[in-house]
């Protein structure tokens, strides 16, 4: 096995992989924001086809939904590039995920703290942004560690599409010179990362540590 080559094609992968983790961050994050409010709504035009969302991403596989927008799409007219189906069956998944655990966090703030906002003179987005969010976050950091962990170990299923992440990379090479090495190197890739991100949200549930 030519070691120089695996570490280049396995570099090449990482890259991919880290993309695909950060743009699913970014676009799953405020998706979620924007659904807890859908779901937490009293308008039951909002509410039920939000819980009904929630329900099918949350429900099914994350694997069949990737198959689906690639594989699916198409007889109905739309079709994405390999790429982007995975960053939307990706972001459509997690964002179901985040949308609960905002959700929950919103929900944990007593009703006594909107009133004193009020009766200070606050404004609704004043009380959300200035009281409310930073509570949610400090309370929310522990679920949403481990969905990044979880996403950090998901997107290996982007090779059932073929795309060309760590993954697929480790696959072919493992079965073309039948060894176990590149699994050891991927598994190890995979342990760091996401040592790297328990440590970051270590740091970040320190740092806010003093909301109560």
């Given at each position: 096995?030519?070691?120089?080559?695996?570490?280049?094609?396995?570099l090449g992968g990482i890259q991919l992989t880290v993309s695909i983790f950060l743009l699913t961050i970014l676009f799953a994050l405020p998706l979620g924001l924007v659904?807890?409010?859908g779901r937490m709504s009293k308008l039951k035009i909002v509410n039920i086809p939000v819980k009904f969302y929630l329900l099918i991403m949350r429900?099914?596989?994350l694997m069949l939904q990737l198959m689906f927008i690639f594989f699916g799409m198409p007889f109905?007219?739309?079709?994405?590039?390999?790429f982007l189906a995975c960053i939307i069956a990706f972001s459509l998944n997690y964002a179901a995920?985040?949308?609960e655990i905002f959700r929950g966090g919103i929900e944990s703030v007593q009703t006594g703290q909107y009133e004193a906002a009020k009766v200070l003179g606050f404004s609704k987005s004043q009380t959300f942004f200035r009281i409310v969010l930073p509570q949610v976050i400090k309370r929310i950091i522990p679920p949403m560690g481990n969905e990044f962990i979880t996403l950090v170990k998901d997107t290996s299923l982007a090779l059932t599409i073929s795309i060309v992440e760590l993954m697929n990379v480790t696959k072919a090479f493992a079965n073309s010179s039948v060894s176990v090495v590149p699994y050891i190197f991927a598994a190890l890739f995979y342990l760091v990362?996401?040592?790297?991100?328990?440590?970051?949200?270590?740091?970040?549930?320190?740092?806010l540590s003093y909301y109560k």
């Open positions: 096995m030519d070691y120089s080559v695996l570490l280049q094609q396995m659904l807890s409010f429900g099914t596989p109905l007219g739309i079709k994405f590039d390999r995920y985040f949308a990362m996401n040592g790297v991100v328990t440590l970051l949200f270590s740091a970040l549930e320190k740092k």
